[in-house]
């Protein structure tokens, strides 16, 4: 984990899954993005801008230099829904609960949301 703080600030360690996992979370956290204020933070608010800058996971994927204010008040990176479609062995329990409480959809997350890895 980068931080406890937020949704999903993580640094993944291995390789990616085979297949992205397109589940209930997976779904919950694109609608998430696809609803969020892009943004950064400034003694806890988020404001706009970058935040902690751009970051590569491990399989190649780089995210933006923007964090992401969900709906429900967490704070979050434009990767939230590729870890959790190819890296979810590697997700917290908390991390996961949290993902949990955002609220359902039905919508089918884009390629752009869940940025296949190089080679997949």
């Keep these: 984990m980068i931080t406890d703080?937020?949704?999903?600030?993580?640094?993944?360690?291995?390789?990616?899954?085979a297949e992205p996992l397109i589940d209930e979370l997976t779904v919950k956290m694109a609608e998430g993005l696809r609803r969020s204020k892009a943004g950064v933070m400034v003694d806890d608010r988020l404001v706009g801008g970058s935040y902690r800058g751009v970051h590569t996971c491990r399989c190649g994927v780089t995210s933006s230099n923007t964090d992401h204010l969900l709906p429900n008040?967490?704070?979050?990176?434009?990767?939230?829904?590729?870890?959790?479609?190819?890296?979810?062995?590697?997700?917290?329990?908390?991390q996961l609960d949290k993902v949990k409480g955002l609220p359902d959809s039905r919508i089918?997350?884009?390629?752009?949301?869940?940025?296949t890895p190089p080679g997949k």
């Design 108 to 115: 089918i997350p884009s390629a752009k949301e869940l940025v």
């Design 73 to 94: 008040g967490e704070v979050t990176n434009s990767l939230a829904a590729h870890y959790l479609a190819w890296h979810r062995e590697e997700v917290p329990q908390a």
């Design 5 to 17: 703080s937020g949704l999903l600030f993580i640094e993944p360690k291995g390789s990616p899954s």
